[in-house]
């Protein structure tokens, strides 16, 4: 896979990706010291939702929401916080809901690289925690 020239969405630097990460190395830099703030916050405070972990932590709450589709946190079922971004029902992290990851896998494989950057809809009301099982 060859390297491309693109723009960071955060600081709007150009950087070298290799297609895996959405932000510049610094950014994600950043963003991993974010995740520890979060996760240690959310380990102490597990009815957190999101607006509150942002608040505390001073982490955006974007960053939040990336760290849930990532499937690195996850909300409560039910809490209509994360949606499926192909079909809207209720997800507790990553992007799709299982019946749509299914459908999507084939088309996914066919179309990675070119992934539009289109966001579900989200409330950042549900409660959340840290998956430690993949940590
Ligand atoms: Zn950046
Ligand atoms: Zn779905």
Redo the contacts with the bound molecule.
Sequence with gaps: MGATIVQCKKCSKLYQSFGNAPYCPACMDELERNFELVKEYIYEHPQANAVEVSKETGVPEKDIFYFLREGRLSVNEGSGMLL?E??G?SITTGR??E??KKSLERELSATLGNAADKRGQTTGLGKMHVDFKNR
Excluded: P
Aim: hydrophobic share 10%; charged share 10%.
């Design positions: 499926c192909n079909c029902r799709y809901c019946a749509c």
